[in-house]
């Protein structure tokens, strides 16, 4: 069982014609909760409430009321450098309901079966010129999509394919991250709903902040357009032909229009 707290004042919102406005949202939580054992239709597995959590969680950790311990499950432990650990984590439901944890580790892409609780393998990933081995993954239809400011094995956009789970995954192929044949990236994002793929935060100047691809051939992106400056976006999530970016070094957090790609409408 695994709690990411996390609290928020205050939030930099940047709204048309690019003003930045300060707007209080109090304390916002963000919890991470993996259980592999089904609750009850209240969310909670029988017998199981707050007063579960250990004394230690307690003590570190600050928890809102509502929030049910639903199981203790084994915790995975993956090699890390300078005490880092990983870096971002995703997950995937199979057409059978089966659920898989999708994590970025030391030497690449790490899938676990949250069922069985077991580690189906690791994709390597490149780990050269990178102080913190840093990984961020999308998945889309049957695919997971990673990128890396790394480089070295696999460098590049990762597409793999997980159909064949839960005996293995095969890794399809590496992709530029950009077109004009850059391997480094620092974040993406997927509109499972319109099927584009989003890559922000090049390592790299200088760049547009974004490149978009077009998912129609899941194996196969296709570049669709690019714009922003760098050091340009940091973190990017797109549904239904709306993004919400996170502007890196600029202090603002932008809502985008993407149903015109290039250039898209600031809201």
């Not at 994709?123 to 913190?132: D, Q």
Request: net charge negative.
């Amino acid at each position: 069982m695994s709690f990411i707290s996390s609290q928020i004042n205050s939030i930099m919102v940047r709204s048309n014609p690019g003003i930045a406005i300060r707007r209080p949202w109090g304390s916002l939580f963000a919890i991470i909760v993996i259980c592999a054992t089904a609750g009850t239709s209240e969310g909670a597995a029988p017998g199981v409430g707050p007063e579960s959590v250990s004394s230690a969680a307690q003590d570190n950790l600050v928890v809102p009321d509502s929030v049910f311990l639903l199981c203790e499950i084994e915790t995975f432990s993956f090699g890390n450098v300078g005490g880092l650990g990983g870096s971002d984590c995703w997950g995937w439901s199979a057409p059978d309901s089966s659920e898989y944890a999708i994590m970025g580790t030391l030497n690449g892409l790490t899938f676990v079966n949250v069922t069985t609780l077991e580690v189906v393998t690791t994709i390597p990933g490149p780990t050269i010129a990178c102080s913190k081995y840093w990984r961020d993954m999308r998945t889309y239809q049957h695919y997971c999509y990673c990128v890396s400011e790394c480089s070295g094995t696999n460098q590049g956009l990762m597409i793999v394919d997980l159909q064949y789970l839960p005996d293995s995954v095969h890794l399809v192929g590496t992709f530029d991250t950009s077109p004009n044949g850059d391997s480094t990236s620092h974040n993406l994002g997927i509109d499972t709903v319109t099927g584009f793929l989003y890559i922000v935060g090049k390592t790299t100047f200088p760049n547009p902040a974004m490149h978009i691809y077009d998912l129609a051939d899941p194996e196969n992106p296709t570049f669709v357009g690019s714009f922003g400056n760098s050091p340009g976006f940091h973190d990017i999530n797109v549904h239904n032909d709306t993004a919400y970016i996170a502007e890196g070094f600029a202090p603002f957090f932008s809502i985008y229009d993407m149903s015109v790609k290039t250039p898209p409408t600031l809201l």
